[in-house]
């Protein structure tokens, strides 16, 4: 499979580490149902990026499954992201509706569905550690405007609709902040989800 996934190294870099270019996010240690969920996605259209969707077109569930399992198995030390750090103030807006929501709005905590430390959950939920602000600013917009979408009920698109350009703007300059450790899921993580969510399901 490593010789299969070559043709991913150059954009996310060995094993899936990533690499520098602020728009192609790691892939390593990430769920296998989250990884199989996206390339599903770029496959059939639904998350458009022309090399991605180019690349998969022709590739059956079963294939991808593989693929999500091989970057969901690596742990690669983590690349340590270059650039400006944000402004404290927008840091710290960032903090509250990362981890306590904007109860107002109903809008959760991300680490209510990503877990405590942001390392994501199993099946189908990533972790938020380790992406650049533009990445993160760039997903929830796209969420925000229908371009990227998940499986039904599309709990991210929920959310993302739900924040301000400014609220988006503080919570990429949060995540984007914090010190990348360990970048793998925890197991055994029960904690019941403030919403449907069908990224938490997914099949081969």
């Not at 690499?19 to 390593?28: E, G």
């Not at 988006?168 to 300059?173: K, L, M």
Request: proline share 9%; with cysteine.
């Amino acid at each position: 499979m490593e010789a299969r996934v070559a043709a991913c190294v150059s954009c996310h870099g060995v094993a899936g580490r990533g690499v520098q270019n602020v728009y192609f996010p790691r892939l390593a240690g990430k769920p296998a149902g989250y990884l199989y969920n996206q390339l599903v996605a770029f496959r059939d259209g639904r998350r458009k990026y022309v090399p991605m969707n180019y690349l998969l077109a022709y590739l059956p569930d079963a294939y991808l499954y593989k693929m999500a399992e091989y970057f969901a198995a690596q742990n690669p030390p983590p690349l340590v992201a270059a650039g400006q750090p944000p402004s404290p103030q927008l840091v710290r807006d960032g903090q509250k509706i990362v981890t306590g929501g904007v109860p107002a709005r109903r809008i959760p905590a991300c680490a209510t569905c990503h877990g405590s430390e942001l390392a994501g959950r199993e099946p189908g939920i990533p972790g938020l550690l380790g992406l650049r602000a533009d990445y993160v600013s760039a997903q929830l917009g796209a969420w925000r405007y229908g371009v990227r979408t998940a499986l039904a009920p599309d709990c991210m698109q929920v959310i993302a609709s739900s924040l301000t350009e400014t609220e988006v703007a503080a919570v990429s300059a949060y995540l984007s902040s914090l010190p990348v450790n360990d970048v793998r899921p925890a197991k055994g993580n029960t904690t019941a989800l403030p919403m449907p969510c069908g990224s938490q399901v997914h099949s081969k």
